[in-house]
């Protein structure tokens, strides 16, 4: 896979478009390591990322299994290959490389991984390796990290909920008066005092906390070079499966609490409603004080507070007799008579006296020092980079690494947090109304659009990928569990994959979680995204087909100029300039459950003949000496063609 311009291509020189998915959602949790028990289920049937024990004992996790297991991966990925999902997004987590202690690598995992590849390559799938994590690591309500990364800085991961330091799926019952934790509510751990804290010293540790130490480095090196070391003893380990594509930096990176202006004021949550502590009350709240924080719910009257809430009600402190808060050390704040007292409220609000921009001042140096040291593990490696969720990119320029692609993530914002989807209504992320089809269509083109042309005015125009997108099946209360109905995640998909192929992106949906069912959903955090689910007999069943398996341009000899599929009608339309140079075909991904088994086709290319080829499920198009433009319909047998 070469980059060439903003276009990926392949070793014969066709342009290619990326399409596949997030494999999987499940990956995020390990294996259970012994059968294990919950209230009234059999072991069998209870996830481990879902119980409260999963999250003791942290070195002994294992994620060798995940996503599936060897003896399942020929039956798997022979069915990616039959929906045209030749690209994979690998989720590997920093926990599963190193959760035993810092330098000490799982190998098994690492075995299990390389079996994995090799698997895909045979089936010709390929894959790029996404360091994954979300809210800092399970121990703080997500994913990622290795428990020893809090413990290194004196925190106890146990007390985590106690404190209010960050709630977790797992224990939020405990403290919650046996209450379920809410849907979709794990993002509101980026504004907890644990994940806030860990993310602004691994990014900004050198600038805010400069005299802080651990193992004799500072915080920010020692955090970084663990991790960065972890995912190269990986890539060395790996390197010679040729499945790879190249390699995440990392998912949804956060600025913690960098450029916030006042520690005393919570700003621009990620989740606006719940409980709100600003960053001092969080502060306060995990050295041992209760705090009275707000709790913020829809009203008539629009976004209220609807009651307040106390963190840390037992007064127990986060921290291990002789470590204290970083920031306290770092002179943010202090303890007098009692009570906490904020010395330096806009202590993150500069940077070199000017407001920081985190994506350039403090993600893009990782990401140099991240692709420089592992371009020493392979040449030619393509690097995937992400800024955070609902945030900016870096700006990247002619003298940064060149085989970069913008692998930014999109959510229907209203239809994720809600649940629910309406075909001719939303919002968007400023509060405005979508109205109509159209609007909603539209909405989403411009979504798109905008990060399409950030990048080729701020990013050098790299290709663009969309690693992330998707819908929550049990939306709408859960109705298409009742009645079997999946017709409004079907239009919702079709929305977003028409979308998708206006613009010409490369794209991965999340996520494929073989482990999925409908009692538990995908096994994290309560999401239940996964376009799979667990049949009787422990087979995949796909989900809402008709939104996501439809035609596309696989390789094309030459250059893409816009596809649209109707589903309605069972047509594709394709058009694109070839260039003769290129003797490799044009390969179409064509499944006969859009187009049957013997689809029409009708090619035009300027009075020329072209040979054409149907394989089950591929159109391959050969161009001989012809130099321009193409046009092609696809479309089901007894469909009248559409006027070109």
């Known amino acids: 896979m070469l980059i060439r311009q903003n276009r990926i291509i392949d070793e014969r020189g066709r342009t290619l478009i990326l399409r596949g998915l997030n494999l999987g959602g499940d990956s995020k949790v390990p294996l259970p390591p ?19 024990r999963s999250l003791d004992n942290p070195s002994e996790a294992s994620f060798a299994g995940r996503p599936f297991p060897l003896e399942e991966a020929d039956e798997r990925l022979a069915q990616l290959v039959r929906w045209g999902f ?67 800085l004196g925190m106890r991961p146990e007390l985590m909920d106690a404190t209010g330091a960050a709630f977790t799926w797992q224990r939020y019952g405990e403290y919650h008066g046996g209450r379920p934790c809410p849907p979709m509510s794990w993002p509101a751990n980026y504004n907890r005092y644990a994940g806030a804290t860990m993310f602004s010293l691994f990014f900004a540790g050198n600038y805010y906390a400069p005299d802080l130490r651990v193992g004799g480095e500072s915080v920010q090196d020692w955090l970084q070079g663990h991790y960065i070391a972890a995912m190269r003893h990986a890539y060395r380990r790996l390197k010679n499966c040729a499945a790879i594509a190249g390699w995440g930096t990392m998912n949804e990176p956060n600025a913690g609490f960098v450029g916030h202006r006042d520690l005393a004021s919570p700003e621009k949550p990620l989740i606006p409603l719940g409980p709100a502590p600003s960053p001092f009350q969080a502060m306060l709240a995990a050295s041992g004080h209760r705090v009275e924080v707000p709790v913020y719910g829809i009203t008539p009257l629009g976004r209220r507070v609807i009651r307040r809430e106390t963190l840390n009600p037992q007064g127990l402190s986060l921290f291990r007799p002789g470590f204290s808060c970083p920031w306290m050390r770092a002179g943010l704040w202090e303890e007098r ?26 993600l893009k140096p990782f990401m140099l020092k991240f692709i420089e040291s592992m371009k020493g593990a392979r040449e030619g490696t393509v690097f995937f980079i992400e800024g955070p969720a609902n945030g900016g990119h870096p700006a990247w320029g002619g003298e940064d690494p060149p085989n970069t692609v913008n692998a930014f993530h999109w959510y229907d914002g209203f239809s994720l947090y809600t649940r629910s989807f309406r075909p001719w209504f939303g919002f968007r992320p400023d509060g405005r109304p979508v109205l109509g089809r159209r609007g909603m269509a539209a909405y989403y083109r411009d979504s798109l659009g905008r990060a399409l042309a950030w990048t080729g005015e701020r990013m050098g125009d790299m290709p663009c990928l969309l690693g992330e997108f998707g819908i929550p099946f049990d939306m709408n209360g859960g109705r298409a569990y009742k009645t079997g109905d999946y017709s409004a995640q079907e239009e919702a998909l079709s929305f977003y994959y028409d979308a998708i192929d206006e613009a010409g992106l490369h794209s991965t949906i999340w996520n494929y979680s073989a482990g999925h069912s409908k009692e538990w959903g995908d096994g994290w955090n309560g999401e239940d995204n996964s376009i799979v689910s667990r049949g009787p007999g422990g087979e995949a069943l796909g989900r809402a087909l008709a939104g996501w398996l439809r035609p596309y341009p696989m390789a094309t000899a030459g250059i893409p100029l816009g596809c649209r599929w109707d589903r309605k009608k069972g047509s594709f339309r394709f058009r694109y300039r070839a260039e003769a140079a290129l003797k490799a075909p044009t390969e179409i991904f064509a499944p006969a459950e859009c187009l049957g088994e013997k689809p029409e086709y009708r090619c035009e290319a300027g009075g020329n003949s072209l040979q054409i080829e149907y394989a089950p499920s591929r159109l391959l198009i050969y161009h001989g000496d012809y130099d321009g433009e193409v046009k092609l319909e696809l479309r089901r047998a007894g469909v009248r063609q559409q006027g070109s």
């Open 337 to 362: 008579g009692g009570e906490g007292r904020l010395l330096r409220k806009d202590h993150f609000a500069l940077y070199r006296g000017r407001p920081p921009r985190f994506e350039d001042d403090f």
């Open 34 to 52: 012994a059968p294990v028990s919950g209230p009234g289920r059999a072991s069998s049937q209870v996830p481990w990322g879902l119980l409260a």
């Open 86 to 152: 030749i690209f994979v997004r690998l989720p590997v987590t920093w926990e599963a490389l190193e959760h035993q202690g810092p330098g000490q690598y799982d190998e098994s995992y690492l075995a299990y991984l390389r079996k994995l590849l090799l698997a895909m390559e045979k089936h010709g799938i390929s894959a790029y390796i996404d360091p994954h994590q979300d809210v800092w690591s399970r121990f703080t309500g997500g994913d990622g990290a290795p428990a020893w990364t809090l413990e290194g």
